[in-house]
């Protein structure tokens, strides 16, 4: 299972959105591999227009969703603390979306470069697809 990020989630919806994000994303959908958590759920529902947000939520209820818990805001706040002695101030969604996933095991895909830092400090390790957007199974990354 691969927890993907708001940044993709929202790349993807726009209409000139990044095409190998799109087609990465959908190969991930395709293979019943994406999850959500409940920040990305904020971060993407949160922004939606008024027209968009009934659709948005029958297509979010198919995939399945993580929400987060206290074991897994502690473990965000020990990868900010260990974040901010390596000198670097990230955004608290980001740090409690990487930690979430890493405690389920979970590879992330995101946009954002700054999960490559978090990965580096014990966040989730990173989602790559495959040959022209293909899913890359666990075993194969």
Known sequence: MVMVDSSVWIEAARRQGDLATKVALR????????????????????????????????????????????????????????????????????????????ARGMRLYARDTHFATLAGLGGARLYSPGYAGGYVAETES
């Open 27 to 102: 190969a991930l959908l395709d293979e019943y591999e994406a999850a959500w958590c409940s920040p990305v759920r904020l971060e993407v529902m949160g922004r939606a227009r008024a027209a968009d947000r009934r659709p948005l939520e029958t297509f979010f209820a198919s995939i399945p969703y993580v929400p987060c818990t206290e074991p897994d805001w502690d473990a965000a706040k020990a990868l900010a603390w260990r974040a901010r002695e390596a000198g670097h101030t990230l955004p608290w969604n980001d740090l409690l979306i990487s930690a979430t996933a890493a």
